[in-house]
Each structure stands twice: as C-alpha cells, then as structure tokens.
C-alpha cells in the first residue's frame, strides 16, 4: 500500500530559527513530489513541487529535497518566522493523474515570537 | 487571474439528507479533483474529472458521485449523509492533470457538518 508519513506531528520553534520538516513515503516510484501549506480552517497552497529526477527544489527561504532510494523527502524553512505557523503537508504523485495525489497527515509548525 | 472557488463555504445538514458541492476551478484549467480532509483520516482523494469524465476515483462509497460540466465547473454530490461524512471538502484545478510539473491548485474548502 503506499503511504506517505510525515514527522513530527507538530513542532514549536522560536523564531529565526532554521527547521527541517520530514516526509517519508512507502514506494519509491513517484512522479512527483508536492509539499504544501494549509493555513487554519483554509485551502492549501503549493509551496514546491519535484520530479522524480531532480533531487531539489528552492523557493525563497524554501528548500525541498528528494531521496528516492531512501524514500525520504525534506522540507527546510530557513530564519523561521511567525508567519511561517501553519500544517505542512507532502503528496506524492504516483502516475496516472496528477490528481490523484496521496498525502501525509502533515506537521503542525508553530514559529515563536 | 481568479484562484479556484467553492460554494457553499459552510454547510450543516441531518443524517440521511443529501448535499451537492460545486466547485469552478481556474479559468483555463480542465482537470478538477475532490479531497475529503478530517482530522482522523487527513486528506483523501474523492475522484478527478477531466473533460467532464471522471478520470480517477479513490476509495469511497458509491454515496459519494461527481460530475463535471463542458465549462469545467464541477459538482460533487453526497447522499444519504451519515455523521462520518462531516469533513473538509477541497476541490483541486490543473490544466490537463497530466504533467508531471504540473502544480495543483487548491481552493478554500466547503466545511460540511452532518447532525
């Protein structure tokens, strides 16, 4: 069965620290990579996606790496900062339609003032 | 350029009536897919239309159905609503749905609360 699994669940930081957040998924044969933000009682919006032959992606303070031997992905937020607090989550695409897409249950970010 | 819209935003409704969401995604996009978000279970793919025909369909019960119009507005439909159904609902658009770079795009949700 293919699943994706995200760690921690939540995580508290004081701000303008730099944090990684994890993802990890069952089966090595995605498409594509997507993490997401979802804020509060809101839709989500697409942060970075990665194709199966790249191993990284940057936007902004933003980068997201791609292990598919391992089955590892990571989301690294640098000088974190309050308006960072949200869920995160990771999809992947495993072919067929890009939509159809499996997530992680997603890490809860708090940033600290 | 307008994001993706869903109406209603919030919705109660008792067990066993039914309830239809709509969805119009990004002008352009032809590819419009259904998620159920609950704290439990977190995201979970309904079904995705492409060209008004369903494309894909997770793993949920046939009380769960959707369509798609020529302008690519899509509803989705729920019937005999059980207590279980109280979720999130996202509608996603893409262009064609199909490239692998392709980004989904996510709209607010229809927050439906079954009694």
């Known amino acids: 069965k293919q699943e994706v699994t995200q760690i921690p669940a939540a995580l508290s930081v004081p701000e303008g620290e730099n944090l990684v957040l994890n993802c990890s998924f069952t089966?090595?044969?995605?498409?594509?990579l997507q993490w997401f933000r979802q804020d509060p009682g809101k839709g989500l919006t697409s942060l970075l996606l990665i194709q199966s032959s790249q191993r990284e992606q940057t936007s902004g303070r933003l980068n997201a790496s791609l292990d598919k031997s391992s089955g590892r992905s990571t989301l690294y937020i640098a000088a974190s900062q309050p308006g960072d607090s949200a869920t995160y989550l990771c999809?992947?695409?495993?072919?067929?339609?890009?939509?159809?897409?499996?997530f992680g249950k997603g890490t809860k970010l708090s940033v600290k003032p | 350029k307008a994001g993706v819209t869903q109406t209603p935003r919030y919705l109660i409704k008792t067990r066993g009536q039914q309830v239809t969401l709509s969805c119009s995604p990004i002008?352009?996009?032809?590819?419009v897919s259904w998620y159920q978000q609950t704290p439990g279970q977190g995201l979970q793919f309904l079904f995705e239309y492409f060209s008004e025909t369903q494309r894909n369909k997770g793993n949920f019960p046939g009380r769960f159905s959707g369509r798609q119009f020529s302008n690519s507005r899509s509803e989705m439909n729920v019937s005999t609503l059980e207590l279980g159904d109280s979720a999130l609902y996202l509608c996603?658009?893409?262009?064609?749905?199909?490239?692998?770079?392709?980004?989904?795009?996510f709209g607010p949700g229809t927050r439906l609360l079954v009694l």
């Open positions: 999809a992947a695409n495993y072919g067929g339609s890009q939509g159809n897409l499996i």
């Open positions: 002008s352009g996009h032809r590819s």
């Open positions: 089966d090595s044969a995605i498409y594509n």
């Open positions: 996603a658009s893409s262009v064609t749905g199909t490239g692998w770079e392709e980004t989904q795009y």
